[in-house]
């Protein structure tokens, strides 16, 4: 089985910085994507920022010039730098994987989710 595990998230006011973190283990292979999502109450889960399969790091719209996703180096962490947060980044953040298992079998995983909380 595949895991991954969450830590960073908490109360902050607005402007302040946060820092999310995922480390996957288990029977893995190989990752071909990882990054970050969030849902907010009331709305549907989006992207916030993601390695594609090619290496590249997508970001929403509203996150970009604030938030940095990069990787560690053992390859199976991911990491978010939240900066200059807003209370509308108030949400659950999830992380999320596409991988190859030890197996053979493409499958994707999330993280339990971390909540991040901005007052004004």
């Known amino acids: 089985q595949v895991q991954l595990v969450e830590s960073g998230g908490g109360l902050v006011q607005a402007g302040g910085s946060l820092r999310l973190s995922c480390a996957a283990s288990g029977n893995i292979f190989i990752i071909n994507a990882m990054g970050w999502y969030r849902q907010a109450p009331g709305k549907q889960r989006e992207l916030v920022a993601a390695?594609?399969?090619?290496?590249?790091?997508n970001y929403a719209d509203s996150v970009k010039g604030r938030f940095t996703i990069s990787r560690g180096n053992a390859k199976n962490t991911t990491y978010l730098q939240m900066n200059s947060l807003k209370p509308d980044d108030t949400a659950v953040y999830y992380c999320n994987a596409d991988l190859f298992t030890g197996w053979g079998s493409q499958e994707e995983y999330w993280g339990q989710g971390t909540q991040v909380t901005v007052s004004s």
């Open positions: 390695f594609t399969t090619r290496g590249s790091a």
